[in-house]
């Protein structure tokens, strides 16, 4: 509100100054001021950085479990010395009849069952001995959301980690070089009897399942689709109907286990995780008026911890978000409702955050704004959390000192900030 009058005020000074020297040049004006003091000089921009210590209070914490197995874009098959990964699905639609013209018939038989995977051969690699793709029925019911690699379902761990592993119900050898012109669509055979599998599914509703495992030391390969495909033959027709059913409960576990979080902030990894905080300012910091002042940016930074190993190593650069949580993080929870995006996100390059004094830094700026002028008392605590965009892309996370970290890479806040003018009468 000051600097408002300030703006206000001076042209008009500055009118009528104008007005008593039109009058007469030999006159002293009747208003005199001092170029020095004169209201509305300006103040100098500054620079500063309030370090955790430094704040009334501050707050940060990782939640995970946003984007789990089940509902990230992660389907990859590894066999490998960093990573072993399977996917599991079920087919819960398989059609015990099919409409002949207007008539709908049950089905007598099925056959010629094969299962098709659009897969990325960019990012699949297939060793110079190749590898063989394996379907597998399971033994044992798993539940799509918490199943891991040691778990069938909550506190329900495999017989056999991995998943319970029963009859091969079909198989396809890969050779290198994969030819991205001609492969990107495999079949798998089916070789057991399709009319057994495929009753069994249309009877149980897809249970217990199946389970997909790559074999071939080095070999990774990224599954962006899955089908059945079958034909049926109706009750009393001698022609053969083609069919296609997509999984559901699809999903894939790994060993090993993504690691929880410790006392370092968290962003990224699969299920994935993001840092929520809060945090109150100091009105004023050195010297410096921060209440009332224009906050011209603001950005939280963080600073990168050494990275973790191999297969949870950030391989590719990541977009990183920052945006007002709309309650008390450490009272409502991983839930706590979000408002809007603070800034333009910030690119997490991991070439860039192993480099000396290397920093992630999000805008907050219109949130500080708003706090800088707002009444006393109305918007103390700052709320804001932070993620990655998109999320669950890969097992990949980076992790960032937090306050509870003992060593230089706590979080801060940068400001750049231009006080308000006070306003004298000269």
């Known amino acids: 509100m000051n600097a408002v009058r300030t703006g206000v005020r001076w042209p008009i000074l500055l009118a009528a100054g104008v007005s008593l020297v039109a009058i007469g040049c030999t006159e002293r004006a009747v208003l005199e ?29 990782t939640y995970t479990g946003y984007v789990v197995p089940l509902t990230s874009p992660y389907r990859v098959v590894n066999d490998s010395a960093d990573v072993t990964s399977r ?21 007598e038989a099925y056959s010629s069952g094969r299962f098709r995977l659009l897969v990325d051969t960019a990012t699949s690699v297939i ?26 379902a909550l506190d329900e761990p495999w017989t056999e980690p991995g998943g319970d592993l029963g009859e091969r119900i079909g198989a396809l050898r890969i050779d290198a070089p994969f030819d991205s012109t001609t492969s990107d669509t495999l079949f798998v055979p089916f070789e057991v009897s399709t009319d057994s599998v495929l009753s069994n599914w ?17 070999s990774s390969v990224d599954v962006r689709a899955l089908a059945v495909t079958f034909e049926v033959k ?11 059913r997509s999984p559901a409960g699809y999903t894939v576990i790994f060993d090993p286990e993504t690691p929880p979080p410790g006392q370092e902030s968290r962003i990224g990894g699969l299920p994935s995780s993001r840092i929520y905080l809060d945090f109150e300012l100091p009105e004023t910091w050195e010297g410096l008026q921060l209440k009332g002042s224009t906050i011209n940016a603001a950005s939280l930074i963080f600073r990168p911890v050494a990275p973790p190993p191999v297969p949870f190593r ?49 805008s907050i700026t219109p949130l500080v704004l708003i706090w800088s002028f707002a009444p006393a008392d109305s918007l103390d605590v700052l709320r804001i959390g932070v993620q990655a965009s998109p999320e669950g892309r890969s097992l990949g996370f980076w992790e960032f000192g937090s306050a509870e970290d003992v060593t230089s890479l706590q979080p801060s806040v940068r400001m750049l900030v231009t006080p308000r003018v006070p306003f004298r009468l000269p």
Do not use: N
């Open 202 to 218: 249309a009877s149980s509703d897809g249970e217990p399942g199946l389970a997909i495992r790559a074999v071939g030391a080095g």
């Open 314 to 362: 950030l391989e590719d650069p990541l977009e990183v978000i920052s945006y007002q949580l709309l309650a008390d993080p450490f009272e409502v929870g991983p839930k706590t409702p979000i408002g809007g995006v603070l800034g333009p996100p910030d690119l997490l390059d991991p070439e860039d955050l192993t480099e000396d004094d290397a920093e992630l830094q999000l």
């Open 33 to 61: 001021v001092d170029s020095e003091t004169a209201p509305g000089q300006s103040t100098p921009t500054t620079e500063i950085e309030i370090p955790v210590q430094g704040m009334i209070s501050w707050r940060d914490t």
């Open 234 to 244: 109706p009750v009393g027709q001698d022609s053969l109907v083609p069919a296609a």
């Open 87 to 107: 996917l599991l699905a079920r087919f819960e639609t398989i059609p015990d009849s099919i409409d002949v013209g207007t008539i709908q018939q049950p089905i």
């Open 127 to 152: 060793p110079e001995a190749g590898l063989e793709l394996e379907v597998f029925a399971l033994t044992r019911a798993y539940e799509e959301r918490d199943a891991t690699w040691s778990l069938a």
